[in-house]
């Protein structure tokens, strides 16, 4: 190909999007091939060279797809020059078919750092079962797997009596190695869950930069009126299917002065590659540092989960589902686990507007809940935008009210949050 000559590919997900992914670029000038060796004495056919540009195409292409996080496709249009498109019969186009299909299949790709076929590779399959370039399936039963151990070794492992301030230290190890495996630690605040719902879709290679709170309404003097809470997030995604933010969380209870209350890391490990699957499936991590010493540190893990199902006059539907476990350590810990659940489904109406609703709950101790009355159930609706400026990167925006359903939870609660994330 010539200078001149260009390539295009619109992929869309299997899933719809707001909108398809356009990959282009210039052969020549943003990609150029060197031929080495010797080519014989006529020199390399057009036909060969038609399949050397169709693979460095894809080679593009790959990479490409692997930054916009879209793949597999299940429409694309590739459009090349070819010096003899008439030798390309239908099973030649079947192949090159086949191919694109193929793309961007892998989570992530850790091949150039150590391939499946090295020594030291081979043996790092047989020991804890690497693959360079993973399935989200593969590594969701893997996680299965160490779940299972764990729970194993709880279940063989514990005393019949357990001394308070004891058993959680010794409980948590295992844990905390599991969430280390799969990419890190996070955050979550002790009195109160955020409320946000948290999206398992993660963009490789972004920055972004994300801030929201909420404020409570109820009754004069009820203790539940007038609780702020406010985080800064800055995040970035430095492989394929993992994500990590750091953030630092403000609180002002009952509207006194703001404080800096706690410091937060959190970690989104993608399972599986998005739209593949009927849904897409993640894995959330936080760690909390709380400012005061006298305060319990927090470990905040669980699945995130979104799927497109129903519709709504014509609009599709998409669901999102957080189940969250809290744990703390340190002073003033205990041995009660939390639930938190988050659920948010809005109508995929425009990207610049998605009305629905959402729905959060927090049960404080699992294994003995108590009365519905005593736990925290809210429900309301909320907005959900997209601006795109490209190339200048998205504006992300949410805002949503509650209601609360219980007594234990405040009459209402107003929510925001704005994101915004540029690739680099």
């Known amino acids: 190909m010539s200078q001149r000559d260009s390539v295009e590919c619109q992929v869309e997900g299997l899933r719809e999007r707001y ?3 356009p990959i282009s670029f210039n052969t020549g000038t943003e ?4 031929l ?3 080519t014989g004495p006529r020199g390399v056919s057009p036909i060969s060279a038609d399949l050397v540009d169709f693979a460095a195409a894809v080679y593009q292409i790959e990479r490409q797809l692997r930054r916009k996080n879209t793949s597999p496709p299940e429409r694309y249009a590739l459009r090349m020059k070819l010096r003899q498109p008439q030798a390309w019969n239908e099973e030649a186009i079947a192949a090159a078919r086949d191919v694109l299909y193929l793309l961007g299949d892998a989570v992530w790709d850790t091949s150039a750092v150590l391939t499946d076929h090295s020594v030291v590779g081979k043996a790092l399959h047989t020991l804890i079962g690497y693959v360079a370039r993973p399935d989200g399936i593969q590594i969701l039963f893997y996680l299965a797997t160490l779940f299972g151990v764990w729970l194993l070794t709880k279940w063989v492992g514990s005393p019949p009596a357990r001394r308070p301030g004891v058993s959680l230290r010794r409980g948590i190890e295992t844990p ?3 969430l280390l495996l799969l990419g890190g630690l996070g ?3 002790v009195a109160e869950a955020q409320l946000k719902v948290r999206y398992p879709i993660v963009d490789y290679r972004e920055v972004e930069i994300e801030h929201f709170g909420d ?3 109820d009754k004069p003097n009820s203790g539940k009126t007038n609780n702020q809470r406010y985080t800064n997030e800055y995040g970035l995604g ?13 609180q002002a209870p009952n509207g006194q002065n703001i404080t800096y209350d706690a410091t937060e890391i959190e970690n989104y490990v993608q399972l599986t590659p998005t739209g593949k699957y009927w849904g897409d499936l993640a894995m959330f991590a936080e760690y909390e540092m709380p400012i005061h010493r006298g305060d319990a540190k927090s470990f905040l893990f669980g699945p995130l989960g979104q799927a497109q199902f129903g519709a709504i006059a014509g609009f599709g539907a998409l669901h999102t589902l957080n189940l969250l476990f809290t744990k703390t350590v340190g002073n003033n810990s205990t041995d009660a686990t939390r639930l938190n659940v988050a659920w948010q489904s809005r109508l995929l109406i425009d990207p610049g507007i998605a009305p629905g609703f959402e729905y959060y709950s927090q049960i404080d101790q699992v294994l003995n809940p108590g009365k519905p009355a005593d736990q925290q159930h809210r429900i309301g609706p909320v907005l ?15 805002a949503g009210y509650q209601f609360g359903l219980t007594s234990a939870t405040p009459r209402g609660a107003a929510r925001w949050r704005l994101e915004y994330e540029i690739a680099f």
């Open 384 to 398: 959900v935008g997209l601006q795109n400026f490209a190339p200048y990167g998205k504006l992300k925006y949410e």
């Open 19 to 21: 909108e398809y992914e």
């Open 215 to 217: 404020i409570t309404f």
């Open 176 to 178: 905390l190695v599991i």
């Open 31 to 34: 990609l150029s091939l060197t």
């Open 36 to 38: 080495a060796g010797e």
């Open 187 to 189: 955050a979550g605040s």
């Open 238 to 250: 430095p492989l394929p299917g993992w994500f990590v933010e750091l953030g630092t969380e403000f």
